[in-house]
């Protein structure tokens, strides 16, 4: 089993930046492609970046050029950096760990509401 739990969300104003976390409780973390994924209210949930056991990446338009996701395998953490955020980037990030053929599992954390408003 792994649990992902994420942290880093808040009220910010428009234009700064934050960074969210999303740290597993095992290393079985490796295994799996990691993704950032949001929901705002009233909206369906939104992929917003990915990125592979390898390193690849791959952001929604919406985030393309002001978001950078990572992965620090040896601390089984993946991160969201945010920049020059936007109102339409309010919204609860979840981060998955996207389903694995090495351990037959997907997992979800729990969120962290991020609003951004003046």
């Known amino acids: 089993q792994v649990q992902l739990v994420e942290s880093g969300g808040g009220l910010v104003q428009p234009g700064v930046s934050l960074r969210l976390s999303c740290a597993a409780s095992?290393?079985?973390?490796?295994?799996?492609?990691m993704v950032w994924y949001r929901q705002a209210l009233g909206n369906e949930r939104e992929l917003v970046a990915t990125?592979?056991?390898?390193?690849?990446?791959n952001y929604a338009d919406s985030v393309k050029g002001r978001f950078t996701i990572s992965r620090d395998n040896a601390k089984n953490t993946v991160y969201l950096q945010m920049n020059s955020l936007k109102p339409e980037d309010t919204a609860v990030y979840s981060c998955?760990?996207?389903?694995?053929?090495?351990?037959?599992?997907?997992?979800w954390g729990q969120g962290t509401q991020v609003t951004v408003s003046a």
């Open positions: 998955n760990a996207r389903f694995s053929i090495l351990t037959k599992r997907e997992y």
């Open positions: 095992s290393s079985l973390f490796s295994m799996h492609t």
């Open positions: 990125i592979t056991t390898s390193g690849n990446t």
